[in-house]
């Protein structure tokens, strides 16, 4: 049923114009593979995974086969002193394509949640050690870890921080990594890995006695997809190791295959600390995300909790380790190993980059970018921010191709699934529009 004028007002959308959106409803009705279908019955090209969710595409029966199960069997359990074995044989089967070191998992929600609790793992870690005085966090500017408390203190995207600044956390802020000299550049840039020194002026500035940790993501996702310049990862490491800080990579966009490999981190070859996860642990269709870090750190807080009779780590949620989700995410393995989707993401990524790189010249278009499957499209500016971004992602819409607008870029990262003729017609919507001199 479509949706009427009246029942538009009782849901308030998230980060939405909602004002706008009752105006003129862009809506969706069904999905299948890599396509969405509108409540008229029409086609619209799905160049964002979703939100990155859905690497195998849309209406999975395995996964939805593997849910009906799970709920038949056993729909909810609390992991408050209590657990189902689906969810330790989630964890196991997590650790055998993580970032070798890092098979402890804490699961959560959403990546806001991941995040969170990702911040509260490492304060633990430290007051266990007996350096409680490590409260302080780092991140980037233009980086983006969810919209909790802690995940809004680090973020560096301005209009995410601006009217909560009162309630948020102690965080200091490198610069991104982006430069002038860097448009057009297809994978990681060659220069701009002393940008990573930022961290070590921090430790000096603040006292590095007082940090905690420091959150990246590897490829700066929802910003428009900067990719880090070559040797920066690894100097963060190195200068996180000098300190004493712990490396948190936040991979809730990058894991699951979108960069060639499983994770960012093998990518690069760089192993954090600790490591967020979230939208396609599932596929997208149910809501989970987990943290990863190592037996280390896990023993070490354990440890400070004695022979006594209580959590060893005060933290957690109602659907922590929700068996439906696990699952899920069971299921969603299944076929990310069985299709070797991430071997074919690593495939597909020389078409799906050179046909983005072949929108240089258009009208609108004033950088791109990208890494694997996921790419940065720039947009020439309105006379205010972000206005490009809307005109444009509501265009694409019209003319049948779904994409991620954040401020005035877009991000495209299509499901591995897409054949070269789906990821041929993403590019002629994408020309067709982007090559207009005016857009409304």
């Known amino acids: 049923m479509q949706p009427t004028q009246t029942n538009f007002e009782n849901h308030w959308m998230p980060f939405t114009n909602n004002r706008a959106f009752r105006e003129t409803p862009q809506m969706f009705a069904r999905a299948e593979g890599v396509h969405y279908f509108t409540p008229e019955g029409n086609d619209v090209l799905d160049g964002s995974s979703g939100l990155f969710c859905t690497p195998a595409g849309h209406g999975r029966r395995e996964i939805a086969d593997a849910v009906h199960a799970q709920l038949m069997t056993l729909d909810y359990t609390p992991h408050f002193q209590r657990a189902a074995p689906v969810s330790f044989e989630l964890a196991t089967r997590l650790s055998q394509i993580l970032p070798e070191g890092l098979d402890r998992v804490f699961f959560a929600s959403s990546g806001s949640e991941a995040v969170d609790s990702a911040m509260k793992i490492c304060l633990s870690y430290h007051r266990a050690k007996g350096e409680g005085q490590r409260n302080r966090f780092v991140s980037r500017n233009w980086g983006y870890h969810g919209v909790n408390l802690g995940g809004t203190s680090l973020a560096g995207m301005v209009n995410n921080r601006r009217e909560f600044a009162g309630v948020t956390c102690d965080v200091v802020h490198m610069r991104h990594t982006w430069r002038e000299d860097q448009r057009y550049t297809p994978g990681q840039p060659e220069t701009g890995a002393d940008l990573a020194d930022d961290l070590e002026e921090i430790c000096r500035n603040y006292g590095a006695e007082t940090i905690a940790g420091v959150f990246v993501e590897p490829i700066a996702g929802s910003i428009g997809t900067i990719v880090p310049p070559k040797g920066y990862l690894e100097r963060l490491r190195a200068i996180a190791d000098k300190y004493g800080l712990l490396l948190i990579f936040d991979e809730v966009i990058t894991g699951f295959g979108r960069t060639g490999s499983a994770f960012a981190a093998e990518e690069f070859a760089v192993t954090p600390d600790l490591m967020t996860m979230a939208k396609a642990l599932t596929n997208g269709a149910v809501p989970m995300s987990a943290v990863a870090t190592s037996a280390a750190i896990q023993e070490t807080v354990f440890a400070a909790a004695g022979d006594t009779d209580r959590p060893e780590l005060f933290h957690g949620y109602t659907y922590s380790a929700h068996p439906v989700a696990c699952a899920a995410a069971l299921a969603a393995l299944d076929i990310y190993q069985g299709e ?90 994408l020309r067709r529009v982007l090559g207009r001199t005016e857009l409304h």
């Not at 799906?352 to 720039?378: E, H, K, P, S």
């Open 340 to 429: 070797k989707l991430f071997e074919r993401s690593r495939a597909l990524s020389p078409v799906f980059l050179d046909l983005i790189f072949g929108l240089r010249n258009l009208a609108q278009v004033t950088d791109l970018r990208g890494y694997g499957m996921m790419a940065g499209i720039q947009l020439k500016p309105a006379e205010t921010p972000g206005l490009k971004g809307s005109q444009v992602q509501r265009a694409l819409f019209d003319a049948g191709l779904h994409v991620k607008a954040t401020g005035d870029a877009l991000i495209v990262a299509p499901a591995f699934v897409s054949s070269q003729s789906e990821l041929e017609q993403m590019a002629d919507i």
